[in-house]
């Protein structure tokens, strides 16, 4: 359990301290006081990265040297500082050289309204979810992705300089990489969106009556993916790049059997991001043990009251929850910190 948060010129906040004394908590306060600003920093703590931005500068108060986090959890403490300089890591006080080091102490989960992008957005966005959670849970996918992206890299590389009337040995090899990485990949996939989908289904039907599934669409299938590796490679040649495998993989979301993006409402479509992340922390907690700290922003946005009472009364009593809000959850058993825009 994360028990204290402490920043210094992190976003909006000069510092704030803030000590998390239930599982659940809500963080309410107007537009502009910081609550995203401190779910972002658990997350970074946790992943070593924003869920908002690429560059680590952006959370960087305006005009200061550096920005710091430090999580004190059961565990230990845990600490982020950022500077132009780049990113310093440490545990319990001793200094992390390698991010793979420090990653995985905290295991996060994170619902933003940008999560809609799941549903509405293309393969990409859906790829990188898939990729985000494995890589937090299982270091053989890490792995094999970073393998896998190394052929891929290597193989586009070449066929970008050969003809159609070159030697294709090497072509053949990388290709014999690739096949091996991506089977590996592709099993991964199929069983975290298998498990994913049952979850998800028993998450969703606290809101709506509607059926959701997750469908794993595999951009090949192996012997496709074999075929066209090694019997197909003048397409490749004339494209210049890779044009099947796993890093054009997808996962169908689907709402009463069509395609959510274009079936379901904004508002449909907004509890399926919810219960997406409400599944995927059934899963981890099956898959590793682990009970993931749940961080929910902004999650009541656009639910009406009902289905506000019917998600607060749903949260998993023995996984920590940290939420934010404008408005404050009616709820007995919830922690609330209140934010006022400028402390």
Not at 112 to 141: C, H, S
Not at 288 to 310: F, N, R, W, Y
């Amino acid at each position: 359990m994360i028990h204290k948060i402490q920043v210094r010129h992190f976003r909006n906040h000069e510092a704030k301290t803030i000590e998390f004394n239930q599982m659940h908590a809500m963080i309410d306060g107007e537009n502009g006081s910081g609550k995203t600003s401190l779910l972002e920093a658990i997350h970074l703590v946790a992943t070593a990265k924003s869920h908002r931005t690429t560059n680590d500068r952006d959370m960087i108060t305006d005009d200061a040297p550096f920005a710091h986090v430090r999580l004190e959890t059961d565990e230990g403490r845990y600490d982020v500082v950022l500077s132009k300089h780049g990113k310093r890591v440490s545990v319990n006080n001793v200094e992390k050289q390698r991010l793979s080091d420090f990653i995985g102490h905290i295991r996060v989960i994170m619902f933003a309204p940008e999560d809609l992008a799941l549903v509405k957005e293309g393969p990409a966005i859906r790829r990188g979810f898939i990729d985000f959670e494995l890589m937090q849970a299982d270091r053989e996918y890490l792995r094999l992705l970073q393998d896998y992206r190394k052929a891929l890299r290597q193989r586009n590389a070449l066929l970008k300089k050969i003809g159609l009337s070159d030697d294709l040995t090497f072509l053949d090899i990388l290709g014999e990489q690739m096949l091996g990485f991506g089977i590996g990949l592709m099993d991964k996939r199929a069983r975290l969106i298998r498990d994913l989908n049952t979850k998800t289904q028993e998450a969703y039907a606290w809101f709506s009556g509607h059926k959701v599934n997750l469908v794993y669409r595999p951009d090949a299938e192996v012997e496709a993916f074999q075929r066209h590796l090694f019997e197909k490679q003048r397409m490749d040649i004339f494209y210049r790049q890779t044009m099947a495998g796993p890093h054009r993989d997808d996962f169908a979301i689907l709402f009463d059997g069509s395609d959510a993006k274009t079936h379901a409402s904004q508002g449909e479509q907004r509890m399926i991001a919810i219960a997406l992340k409400f599944g995927l922390l059934a899963v981890v907690l099956t898959d590793t043990g682990q009970k993931a700290v749940l961080l929910l922003d902004d999650v009541l946005s656009e639910l009406d009251p009902h289905k506000q009472a019917i998600l607060l009364s749903n949260l998993p009593r023995d996984h920590q929850i940290i939420m934010s809000s404008t408005v404050p959850a009616v709820a007995g058993d919830i922690q609330m910190i209140h934010l006022t825009k400028g402390e």
